[in-house]
């Protein structure tokens, strides 16, 4: 019989991540951030590529990144309601670790299962901030799949993308639980 860790498993039964809007001060400091990137960091990663790494935007930090989302909605388009949404991840934000995936050349792992990683990082980040009691959420958008956004914001390499915003700070009110997917109907059984 295996060991269980039922703790570990009630968490994630039950785990739900808080909206980026209703975080408040004060957000994880460096010290206390640390052992959340170290989780992060244990992530699935076949061939040991580390095909991600992380920038940790700080608050004061977010007044730039807010401005350059506005100026990223004006080149794209942008409706003005699409741009005051995407700006006031930042505007509100407290904290947010940027999941970079880095595709590294390999003759054996295919480029997809670095995406894979890079997103099983921002799980993990994201998991390991709700386990230390922290209100976490991971966002994306518009913004972080626009090339110039991320080269401007964030000085990404033409090999790198965005694969989340974690945004982590103090949960300012617990949301309501949410209709969850009905594994059953989603699950299929091969016994030969």
Same mark, same amino acid.
Request: charged share 25%; with cysteine.
């Given at each position: 019989?295996? $060991?269980?860790n039922d703790a570990a498993l009630d968490f994630l039964? %039950?785990?739900? &991540?808080?909206?980026?809007?209703?975080?408040?001060?004060? *957000? @994880?400091?460096?010290? $206390?951030?640390?052992?959340?990137?170290?989780?992060a960091a244990r992530t699935p990663d076949h061939g040991?590529?580390?095909?991600?790494?992380?920038?940790?935007?700080? $608050?004061?930090?977010?007044? +730039?990144?807010?401005?350059? %989302?506005?100026? #990223?909605?004006?080149?794209?388009?942008?409706? #003005?309601?699409?741009?005051?949404?995407?700006?006031? =991840?930042? =505007?509100?934000?407290?904290? !947010?670790?940027?999941?970079?995936?880095? $595709?590294? =050349? &390999?003759?054996?792992? @295919?480029?997809?299962?670095?995406?894979? &990683?890079?997103? !099983?990082?921002?799980?993990?980040?994201?998991? !390991?901030?709700?386990?230390?009691?922290?209100?976490?959420?991971?966002? &994306?958008?518009? *913004?972080?799949? =626009?090339r110039g956004f991320c080269e401007a914001a964030f000085?990404?390499?033409?090999?790198?993308?965005? !694969?989340?915003?974690?945004?982590?700070? %103090?949960?300012? %009110?617990?949301?309501?639980? +949410?209709?969850?997917?009905?594994?059953?109907?989603?699950?299929?059984?091969?016994?030969?």
């Open positions: 019989m295996p $060991q269980r039964l %039950t785990r739900r &991540s808080r909206p980026a809007k209703t975080l408040i001060a004060p *957000a @994880p400091s460096r010290e $206390q951030l640390m052992p959340l990137l170290t989780a040991k590529l580390e095909p991600w790494r992380f920038i940790v935007v700080e $608050q004061g930090a977010m007044g +730039r990144l807010a401005r350059l %989302t506005e100026e #990223a909605g004006a080149r794209l388009g942008k409706s #003005a309601e699409d741009i005051a949404k995407a700006r006031g =991840d930042f =505007d509100r934000g407290q904290l !947010a670790v940027v999941v970079v995936e880095v $595709q590294k =050349d &390999s003759p054996k792992i @295919p480029a997809l299962e670095m995406t894979y &990683s890079a997103g !099983a990082a921002c799980l993990a980040l994201l998991n !390991a901030a709700l386990a230390a009691g922290w209100g976490a959420n991971w966002l &994306s958008g518009w *913004a972080s799949h =626009d000085d990404l390499a033409p090999n790198e993308r965005i !694969a989340g915003l974690i945004h982590i700070a %103090t949960e300012g %009110t617990v949301p309501p639980e +949410r209709p969850r997917p009905d594994v059953e109907a989603l699950t299929s059984w091969v016994d030969a």
